[in-house]
């Protein structure tokens, strides 16, 4: 990948530029607790977008996308807004830094990346942060804080793609360390990191290329059913309710939003849990709450489906440590802590009793955890 970029870049161009990389990102645990207050455990990994990048004095921006092969040009003013999806991402990282005063002028880029599309790996967080951090490089000087930069690519997904995202993505892709995972406070915006070098153990997705369409919009039904049991609480979020106080409070909600908030507010503790395990090193319990996790996304939050949960029994079935759910739910991947002597076995019959049921084989992305977006040279 990076030597397609240098030889594309020489060729279109006729110079060399420098050269940006940011990642994609997993989550280890801390699924719908974003839009309640509460706290996410993502980490960046060894699945990058790379750019390599030259002021061109034009005022224009011309970009190649290698994997899509097609070139596009465009102005840095708002009317200027290409039509191409995956330019738009690049236009409005540019349209970003400008509205907060920040510098744009006018660049030669090319770019590739290897984030497994679809798989909820985030290559469009990866993607708005690698030009972000770009162009603070190189034209800003490097003022404008990482946290901005994480900001400037999910007011991109908001203003100029139509996704109306939370911060995770964008922040783990900004802020990944390599060997640490981040827990990121969503209400005040607080993080810290914790250690994340699983010796004898291998982080794996299992893509099930599955994503129901579904026909109401759940993602809003379960918010509203967690806004509702907060208004109840007299709270402004799940973040500070108890099960004490759910219980409470039992009889005077419905069972589906008993249930959505009994999920919410497990998966609180199941984050601070995690967090002490990793910081002594206990895997065997950071496995155990991500099997509670998906039992709660399965079972209380509703967001699973029949391919996950199928492939999560297949890893109890072959003793893997932790498995999960990543993502918002209804296909994608189930995330694995597999210890290294089962992993052959384990994803030998994954793939084997997956294609067997279901006709067709799931991917298989084995990820390290990575530092996040950085300069290359």
């Known amino acids: 990948m990076d030597s397609k970029i240098r030889t594309e870049f020489k060729n279109r161009f006729g110079a060399d530029g420098i050269r940006y990389a940011s990642s994609g990102r997993i989550n280890l645990i801390g ?57 738009r991402y690049i236009f409005g990282v540019c349209r970003e830094i400008q509205k907060r005063g920040g510098k744009v002028e006018g660049f030669d880029a090319v770019f590739a990346g290897n984030v497994p599309l679809g798989a909820g790996l985030s290559s469009s967080a990866a993607l708005e942060s690698c030009f972000a951090f770009a162009l603070n490089d190189l034209f800003n000087d490097n003022k404008i804080e990482k946290f901005e930069l994480a900001r400037i690519g999910q007011s991109t997904e908001h203003n100029y793609c139509g996704v109306n995202c939370g911060i995770m993505d964008q922040f783990a892709s900004i802020f990944g360390k390599k060997g640490h995972l981040m827990r990121l406070d969503c209400r005040s915006s607080e993080f810290e990191y914790f250690p994340f070098d699983p010796v004898g153990y291998k982080l794996v997705l299992i893509d099930s ?82 099997y509670e996790t998906h039992h709660g996304l399965s079972a209380d939050y509703e967001v699973s489906c029949e391919e996950l949960d199928f492939l999560n029994d297949i890893a109890k079935e072959c003793g893997v440590t932790g498995s999960r759910i990543m ?41 390290v955890i990575s530092d996040g977006a950085h300069r290359i040279g």
């Open 209 to 290: 290329v599955v994503k129901h369409e579904l026909v109401d919009s759940p993602y809003n039904k379960r918010r509203e059913s967690c806004e509702r049991v907060a208004a109840k609480l007299g709270i402004e979020t799940l973040r500070d309710a108890s099960m004490e106080m759910l219980e409470s409070i039992k009889d005077q909600i419905s069972a589906e939003d008993y249930n959505r908030a009994k999920f919410v507010i497990g998966e609180k503790q199941r984050v601070l849990d995690v967090c002490d395990a990793l910081n002594s090193g206990d895997y065997e319990t950071v496995g155990k709450r991500m």
């Open 327 to 367: 993502g918002g739910g209804f296909g994608g991947c189930t995330i694995n802590l597999v210890k290294d002597e089962l992993y052959d076995g384990f994803i030998a019959t994954a793939r084997e009793k997956f294609a067997a049921r279901y006709g067709h084989e799931p991917r298989v992305y084995d990820v």
């Open 31 to 87: 699924e719908h607790t974003d839009y309640n207050g509460g706290f996410v455990f993502p980490g960046a990994i060894d699945k990058y977008i790379e750019a390599e990048i030259k002021p061109n004095g034009l005022g224009v921006v011309r970009v190649y996308s290698v994997d899509i092969d097609e070139y596009v040009e465009f102005g840095l003013k708002e009317e200027d807004a290409p039509s191409q999806q995956w330019a």
